[in-house]
């Protein structure tokens, strides 16, 4: 089946750095999603991207939908404690009717 | 506008004993999605809802698994009888239609299965 490798696993870096992570997929999605998941609660949607070469921004949050359709990055700029929590990257084939799959996450530690 | 909302919150079972979950989706939402995710790992779809039918369960251990959406709006996830390797989070989501616009996520039910 479909699958999608997010890259990397964990981060631990210093309040003010950025911040990039990418997905990789062996087959080509028509939608990525970037979500950010809290403990205890559920995905939580940051950043849509809907064609092929699209950059997005959200606040300090960019994002790429890359030129092959088989992949995707999520930068945060000048990180704050608040950005800790895990990231993950997920695409739906539109032949799927709204089937997400999920990358396996990356888990983001923020120093003050 | 309200979330999805989802109940219990925590479930602890014993193995070989059933359990239901609960999901109730934001209002006008007409698919309804059952999602597990297992520690570690992100979610991976068990169930899709169109309405009160069902569009995709093939991923849905359906020898212990069973889920229904009775009217179009509410809906149970069963597991009978649960095994340690189904101890996740099962996520609820609804969209308004199929597809990824408005897609929202409940904060999900814990179980752990001792």
């Known amino acids: 089946g479909q699958q999608l490798n997010q890259s990397p696993q964990s981060m631990f870096i210093q309040e003010g750095e950025d911040v990039s992570m990418n997905c990789t997929s062996s087959s080509i999605f028509n939608t990525w999603l970037w979500y950010k998941q809290d403990p205890g609660e559920g995905p939580v949607l940051l950043i849509a991207?809907?064609?092929?070469?699209e950059l997005t921004s959200n606040g300090r949050l960019t994002a790429q939908f890359g030129i092959t359709r088989k992949d995707s990055f999520l930068n945060i700029s000048a990180s704050i404690p608040s950005d800790v929590g895990i990231y993950f990257c997920a695409g739906d084939d539109y032949n799927q009717g709204g089937k997400l799959i999920f990358g396996q996450g990356t888990e983001l530690s923020v120093k003050p | 506008e309200a979330g999805v909302a989802q109940s219990p919150r925590y479930k602890i079972i014993e193995k070989r004993q059933s359990v239901a979950f609960w999901c109730n989706p934001i209002s006008g939402h007409a698919t309804l999605y059952w999602y597990q995710q297992i520690l570690g790992q992100g979610p991976k779809l068990l169930i899709q809802f169109q309405n009160n039918g069902v569009v995709d369960d093939s991923q849905l251990p359906k020898d212990r698994f069973s889920a229904e959406r009775l009217k179009g709006v509410d809906s149970t996830l069963k597991i009978q009888p649960a095994k340690l390797e189904d101890s996740a989070v099962y996520l609820c989501?609804?969209?308004?239609?199929?597809?990824?616009?408005?897609?929202?996520f409940g904060s999900g039910t814990r179980l752990t299965v001792v």
């Open positions: 989501a609804s969209s308004r239609l199929m597809g990824v616009y408005g897609y929202t």
């Open positions: 991207l809907y064609k092929a070469g």
